[in-house]
């Protein structure tokens, strides 16, 4: 190359390493009359030993400079250089061309794997919804920038005090509040019970517990209680074939329609269940079938939703993919093979969809496909 200098350049520019500053140096350097035709072949075989993958990898602003320092050969010689670059731009084109045939399918699988993620990041979170129904029919859409609503006897309130609005006269009666698929909603009792209501979820009650000899609800779906305590007149949850007798506890049921099964985790005190099976904390009750299995229960994953968080440590696959279809309502399909899997973690319920597909997809067993709100999953 003629100087030390010169070709120290040209070795960080074989390696794509040149700073800003020496790319300006290197330019000036070989742009010197002395070193045209050496220029030029630099340049060439550049082009021409480039490897396929390096080529596509190329920032586009180095190629921009790339050429523009072939075209600053000195003006005698700018047809020769023309010539030179008409070749070497050729060159290039058709290894470009084939690079892109050899690796179409590659890209494609990326693209689509690209378009995978945009479109399960699109897919939000649930979030603060509910609809109240009351005794005459009449139903009324809950605020989604309030979390709580509250129950009393001369009127309805939302937790932070202000009114509920719309057709609440005559409310007196029965009542229930539901929840679709992703969505959460806390509805505080005339008694001051609290009942935190998971996705899919619904609760019937009567707006004052005055003259009943107990405080009786109904639940489909799942929800955490915190229940007021009164010795006089006992708290019952009824739940399929089963019920839940306590005096004043913390306690999560999960009891969807689509689970064969009835789950009663108890966090404090103490609870019935058909007046037969009884729990201390700590405990769950699986019912079945008419039967209650008392085991020791993961008391924080049976009760991470209400923290707003998914725990996924040996869960079941499909109660799994079940809490994340009602969550981000979607509807999810898999392979049965799938369920002998198991997985472990734990991730926020604030993510969207592309967060917890993404977890999963990195365990290496699974890989999915969205079309609209219709996610499959295979292995």
């Known amino acids: 190359m003629g100087t030390k200098k010169t070709s120290f350049l040209y070795n960080k520019f074989q390696r794509d390493s040149l700073t800003v500053a020496e790319l300006e140096e290197f330019k000036a350097l070989v742009s010197k009359p002395e070193f045209e035709s050496e220029f030029c072949f630099?340049?060439?075989?550049?082009?021409?030993?480039?490897?396929?993958?390096?080529?596509?990898?190329?920032?586009?602003?180095?190629?921009?400079?790339?050429?523009?320092?072939?075209?600053?050969?000195?003006?005698?010689?700018?047809e020769h250089a023309r010539l030179r670059i008409v070749t070497m731009v050729a060159?290039?084109?058709?290894?470009?061309?084939?690079?892109g045939l050899l690796f179409y399918s590659t890209g494609s699988k990326r693209s689509k794997k690209v378009d995978m993620d945009a479109l399960a990041n699109k897919i939000a979170p649930g979030k603060n919804t509910a609809t109240l129904t009351l005794a005459n029919g009449k139903t009324i859409t809950l605020s989604e920038v309030k979390n709580g609503v509250v129950i009393q006897p001369s009127k309805l309130t939302y937790n932070d005090g202000t009114e509920v609005s719309g057709?609440?006269?005559?409310?007196?009666?029965?009542?229930?509040?539901?929840?679709?698929?992703?969505?959460?909603?806390?509805?505080?009792?005339p008694d001051g019970s609290q009942v935190m209501l998971n996705a899919a979820?619904?609760?019937?009650?009567?707006?004052?517990?005055?003259?009943?000899?107990?405080?009786?609800?109904?639940?489909?779906?799942?929800?955490?209680?915190?229940?007021?305590?009164?010795?006089?007149?006992?708290?019952?949850?009824?739940?399929?074939?089963?019920?839940?007798s306590v005096l004043g506890t913390h306690f999560n049921v999960n009891a969807y329609l689509d689970d064969t099964v009835i789950k009663t985790t108890l966090v404090e005190g103490a609870v019935a269940i058909n007046d037969e099976t009884f729990l201390k904390p700590g405990q769950q009750s699986i019912f079945k079938q008419g039967v209650a299995k008392v085991v020791?229960?993961?008391?924080?994953?049976?009760?991470?939703?209400?923290?707003?968080?998914?725990?996924?440590?040996?869960?079941?696959?499909?109660?799994?993919?079940?809490?994340?279809s009602r969550w981000y309502n979607v509807d999810i399909s898999y392979d049965p093979a799938l369920e002998n899997l198991h997985f472990g973690g734990r991730i926020s319920r604030?993510?969207?969809l592309g967060g917890i597909l993404k977890m999963l997809e990195g365990t290496g067993d699974i890989k999915f496909k969205i079309e609209g709100r219709r996610i499959s999953m295979t292995r």
């Open 91 to 99: 060159a290039a084109i058709l290894i470009i061309l084939a690079v």
């Open 201 to 244: 979820s619904t609760l019937k009650y009567p707006s004052s517990f005055s003259g009943n000899k107990m405080r009786q609800v109904e639940l489909t779906g799942e929800a955490y209680f915190k229940v007021s305590k009164d010795k006089q007149r006992p708290f019952v949850v009824v739940s399929k074939d089963q019920e839940i």
């Open 42 to 78: 630099m340049f060439e075989n550049r082009w021409k030993n480039l490897r396929s993958d390096e080529l596509l990898a190329m920032p586009e602003e180095i190629e921009r400079q790339q050429f523009n320092y072939i075209t600053s050969a000195p003006p005698q010689n700018q």
């Open 350 to 352: 604030s993510r969207t």
């Open 167 to 189: 057709d609440t006269e005559n409310f007196h009666g029965p009542q229930m509040i539901t929840t679709p698929r992703g969505g959460i909603y806390t509805v505080i009792l």
């Open 296 to 324: 020791m229960a993961d008391v924080e994953m049976e009760t991470a939703w209400k923290n707003g968080q998914f725990i996924f440590d040996g869960q079941n696959f499909k109660t799994m993919i079940n809490n994340i």
